[in-house]
């Protein structure tokens, strides 16, 4: 009989909980999805001493046991991230003792993996150096300033390079999880446990981390807000700027002035915006055609589709959905 997949979590003081909880119950909810003997995943939280940590909610974090009792072969290691608020920003914690751990441990475990800042332990460790790595947007410049032997990009909310794993941390962190579940134990899996935890069922690494609905600042005028969700739901409909303005019952010239209020962009600028990253996500997640996602990310031919690619991307169609 098969011995489930061994996932040790390493925590340390002042570590996002989330960071923590949310990879730990990805892999708990597929083992019970699953219904197997044994379960499909053990998955353990260690900490330096084997004690208790306090993390940056202020939440209590038992642990299973210590870094030198983690020793042992191990499926999957997996690196938590904490940053800390200065006046200039925030800056990521580096708990030297785990990082020492890590240059002697990493080596006996199949898959090494970091949430948010955790990569940033990660590279201190030289277990990013050659490889291309992400982290959390806050947090992203330092690590490329502070390691140029690591190619970071700050954009997706996951990469993998070989056996090592690096995201975006927070919820992108369970995406990851996700992602390995779908490589231990297949893509079923992977989607019943998503939608178990009501989550979305798929959210591809090469994602960004920014939504084109969350790109854009906050608006206080439910009239844009619920315009915004509706051109989500209708791209391939006529977008023009007089339909949207006919939409929300406002002359042009004042439904232009107040969407550029709201969004700090406009009407034109937004709609192709939400029609890229649907047929991103179409690149990722399908194999149709490219004049099937023109048509069904709203940009009408693969001309455009290949002129929005280039100009908004620096890439074509093609070598994106290679890439991701």
């Known amino acids: 009989m098969s011995q489930p997949h061994r996932v040790v979590i390493v925590a340390f003081p002042g570590i996002e909980l989330l960071d923590v909880t949310g990879p730990a119950e990805v892999f708990s909810v597929a083992s019970r999805v699953a219904k197997a003997d044994p379960p499909g995943y053990l998955v353990q939280i260690a900490t330096a001493d084997g004690g208790p940590v ?12 210590t870094l030198d009792d983690a020793n042992s072969p191990m499926d999957t290691l997996l ?3 904490a940053i800390e608020l200065v006046d200039d920003g925030v800056v990521p914690v580096i708990d030297h ?5 890590l240059r002697h441990a990493a080596p006996r ?10 990569a940033h332990l990660l ?3 030289g277990l990013l150096d050659g490889r291309a790595a992400t982290t959390h947007w806050l947090t992203a410049a330092r690590l490329a300033a502070e ?3 690591v190619r970071v990009d700050p954009d997706p909310i996951f990469i993998r390079t070989g056996q090592v794993w690096t995201c975006a941390g927070v919820t992108s962190g369970m995406d990851m999880a996700l992602a390995m579940v779908a490589e231990d134990h297949g893509q079923d899996l992977a989607l019943a446990t998503a939608r178990t935890m009501v989550m979305y069922v798929k959210r591809s690494g090469g994602q960004s981390q920014f939504s ?21 739901e209708h791209l391939a409909e006529d977008l023009s700027l007089e339909a949207l303005a006919a939409r929300t019952h406002l002359s042009v010239r004042h439904f232009t002035r107040l969407f550029h209020q709201r969004t700090s962009t406009t009407p034109a600028a937004y709609v192709e915006a939400a029609r890229l990253e649907a047929a991103r996500r179409l690149l990722e997640d399908s194999d149709r055609s490219l004049p099937e996602i023109a048509a069904a990310s709203g940009l009408g031919s693969v001309e455009t589709l290949h002129r929005v690619f ?3 991307m620096g890439t074509t169609p093609a070598e994106y959905r290679r890439r991701f």
């Not at 906050?218 to 619920?226: A, V």
């Open 123 to 125: 590279a201190a460790a």
């Open 97 to 101: 003792e785990v990082t020492h751990w």
């Open 79 to 81: 690196v938590a991230g």
């Open 54 to 65: 306090t993390t940056s909610s202020g939440v209590r974090l038992m642990a299973d046991l």
């Open 109 to 118: 475990a199949r898959r090494i993996g970091s949430i948010c800042a955790g």
């Open 147 to 149: 390691y140029p032997s």
């Open 310 to 312: 280039r100009r908004r």
């Open 212 to 232: 084109v609905p969350l790109s854009v600042q906050s608006s206080s005028d439910d009239r844009i807000d619920e315009l915004r969700m509706w051109i989500a």
